[in-house]
């Protein structure tokens, strides 16, 4: 089992940033996919981006692409979503998660995390 923790969302105003943490615990990560993804009242989950942990390779919808960026702590087993330059669009709960495998573009991930609040005013 893998227990995904995510922390850092809150309130913030069009054009600001925020950097949305997801600490992982339980079994290594070291060979997992780890994507974040986010979910707005009444609307599907969307795919965020995702990264592998072996390697670091980083995949972005488009809708971000440019704005928001993910990266790793190795030691400290903890994947970063830095959001700049957010938009009242981008108002929705956000969820980390990990998947054993390769295949980041994907919503077939095994563990999820309860997600964190990010809500951008005009």
């Known amino acids: 089992q893998v227990q995904l923790v995510e922390s850092g969302g809150g309130l913030v105003q069009a054009g600001g940033s925020l950097r949305l943490s997801c600490a992982a615990s339980?079994?290594?990560?070291?060979?997992?996919?780890m994507g974040w993804f986010r979910q707005a009242p009444g609307m599907e989950r969307e795919f965020v981006g995702g990264?592998?942990?072996?390697?670091?390779?980083?995949y972005y919808a488009d809708s971000v692409k440019g704005r928001f960026t993910i990266s790793r702590d190795n030691a400290n087993s903890t994947v970063y979503l830095q959001l700049n330059s957010l938009k009242p669009e981008d108002t929705a709960v956000y969820h980390c998660a990990a998947r054993r495998g390769i295949a980041v573009v994907t919503h077939q991930y095994d563990y999820w995390g309860q997600g964190t609040q990010v809500t951008v005013t005009s």
């Open positions: 339980g079994r290594t990560v070291s060979n997992y996919v």
């Open positions: 990264i592998r942990w072996s390697g670091g390779s980083t």
